[in-house]
């Protein structure tokens, strides 16, 4: 399949500017108002200060080369040298048949994402963080990669113990026996149970000083269980049996929001991997010893600072279990490129940690991306997250969307199906990295740029298609009023594949609602059904339902036929 009308237009005026000039540039080329053409480059005026020439005249030349290969309607001139391409009808008609370019053909990649703590319940930022994750993993795959989706969390750590101990507290002392009967056999139930005995033990950590020195004591319990593979003292019964729960929640809130389960790496099993990586480094003299701990020395020069990879009381901290998660995801996989998904708060962190890792292994110089995401907050600003057991919930978001879906549509079944429509949509519309302003009411509505809104045009344009009578006719040619239409169609290619090599989907959501406004002033003006012409503009309409469709998927959406 040839590549998108975008990218052979590219490669065409750059081999003209080449021959003609002897200059490499990068050609920006963009959608003008459809009165100008179909596309328009300013790379005349790019080229007028290395050329030492009026843009109009650089200009001129390359229309005058561009109209010679014969494959555009017209190619204009206009303003100070900006050159306007038409493409035929045909090549409009073309455009609609293109597939995406498959950016990442064949390459093996791990994309690490969602990242939830066992013995804690999601909230907010990694309902964004899942939902973000699953559909760059979707342009992925529609890019050609090999892809292995991956999640890492702590099953032991401080925040382990301080659950243990508000669950000892909770059951009256070391019972395993009492969980099947204080907690209900439902994932979500046992998780929110979980969540608050953390919340108890976590309050009493700050509150009292012999709970602190007791949770720390427990903390190297913990981490002995997984040492001597201990299953049958009381506590360890209980720490086994809820990490099991913690496991069956992260599944159940997946197939919930309707995305693929994760290969999850905890990280009792990364840390063994890890310190296994420094004591190898720290004899190589990549890691130091410092005060009893064990530090990678930071490097001022490239704004890195010092961190520490074991503690002065022998434990794994977050930098040396993270290099064991990269170490075992490039064992398993053998991957090319590496994506890791986080908060912003990470960044600085984590450039430390790949830094180590490419210090450590230099074959993974290069081969790791960090992308990271803003904060998610509601439309009054506040910040969607807080310490202590008032963490807005990923739960809750969904049964606040929820509640206001059930306030527009009356068909039961499509309830969850429009409830995950609007949060996915909600998140993906945002281009990663900046906050994201989570209005519930724009979320739901009907009206606006939002996911129930396509869902419902998909739904309208298919409750058309249903009363067509005439017989769908292949498009060999369009019609004067046709052609705006046409246009958007032809771009989907286009903008899948922008979406597919940068990572942003927030390109297919503009795009989305951009082709139903288009659609929208079609049909207004263009009786469908009962039409002398009822056969090819149902063809139309039946291209732009399939499309509205491959776009949703494209986000993780579903597209009902009825709404």
Known sequence: MRHGTLVVMNETIVTIIKKLFDQTVDVEISRPDPQFGDWSTNVALQLAKPLGKNPRVIAEELAGTLRETGEYAAVDVAGPGFINITVSDSALLAAMRQEPVKVYDGRAIVFEYSCPNAFKELHTGHLYQTVFGDIASRLMLVGGAKLQRTSFGGDVGLHVAKCLWGMRETL???????LATTVEDDAFARSRWISGCYVRGAKAYEDDADVKAE???LNKTIYGFHAANDHDLPLAQMYWTTRQWSYD????????????????????????VGMQVVDEQLAKGNLRESDG??????????????????????LPTYETKDIGVIWKEKEDYNFEHRYLLTGNDQKEYMRVVFAAAETFRPDLAGA?????NGTVKFADGKKMSSRLGNVTRALDVIDIVREKVRMLIDDESLIEQVTLGAIKYAFARYKLGGDIAFDVEE???LQGNSGPYLQYAHARARSILEKVTAELQPLTGIQAEDRALVRKLGEYSDVVTLAIRHLEPHHICHYLFELAQEFNRYYEKNQVVGS?????RASLVNIYADTLQAGLTMLGIHAPERM
């Open 293 to 314: 701990a064990v530090v990678f020395e930071g490097d001022e020069s490239k704004h890195l600072h010092t961190r520490v990879f074991v503690t002065s009381k022998g």
């Open 215 to 217: 949770i720390d004591e």
């Open 532 to 536: 002398d012409t009822e056969g090819h």
């Open 443 to 445: 979320t739901v509505s």
């Open 368 to 372: 790791m991306t960090h992308l990271t």
């Open 249 to 272: 929640y992260f599944d159940a809130f997946y197939q919930l929001i309707d995305v693929e389960t994760l290969r999850y790496y905890p990280e009792s099993e990364t840390a063994i």
């Open 172 to 178: 009256g002392g070391e019972y395993p026996e009492k």
